[in-house]
Nanobody, 127 residues
Framework: QVQLVESGGGSVQAGGSLRLSCAHSVGPGRNANYCMAWFRQAPGKEREGVASLASNGRISYADSVTARFTISKDSAKKILYLQMDKLAPEDTAMYYC???????????????????WGQGTQVNVSS
């Protein structure tokens, strides 16, 4: 069973930074490919993909976070990161880590469907 546990959320002022972590148990599937992504959902809004990282190294970002957020991973520690800089109030949301055994899961071409999800970590950005 795949487990995903997010941490690192909190409250920060606009312009500040946070780094989210996702400790996971995801490994290559039978086809040796898997994809992980960060999503967020603000109150009253639909869930949106923020960033994704495939096992082939391909990375994608939502337009709203490009040049401000960076997705990365530590494969040895099995941790997925999301470095968030220049945070703005509109970044306030619950952030989720997700994964599946897919070749790729780009978030800049619609929201990908992933089967495994964490419980989320809250990010609040004040103006």
């Amino acid at each position: 069973q795949v487990q995903l546990v997010e941490s690192g959320g909190g409250s920060v002022q606009a312009g500040g930074s946070l780094r989210l972590s996702c400790a996971h148990s995801v490994g290559p599937g039978r086809n040796a490919n898997y994809c992980m992504a960060w999503f967020r959902q603000a109150p009253g809004k639909e869930r949106e993909g923020v960033a994704s990282l495939a096992s082939n190294g391909r990375i994608s970002y939502a337009d709203s976070v490009t040049a401000r957020f960076t997705i990365s991973k530590d494969s040895a520690k099995k941790i997925l990161y999301l470095q968030m800089d220049k945070l703005a109030p509109e970044d306030t949301a619950m952030y989720y880590c997700a994964a599946d055994w897919l070749w790729d899961c780009p978030v800049n071409a619609g929201n990908p469907t992933l089967r495994f999800w964490g419980q989320g970590t809250q990010v609040n950005v004040s103006s």
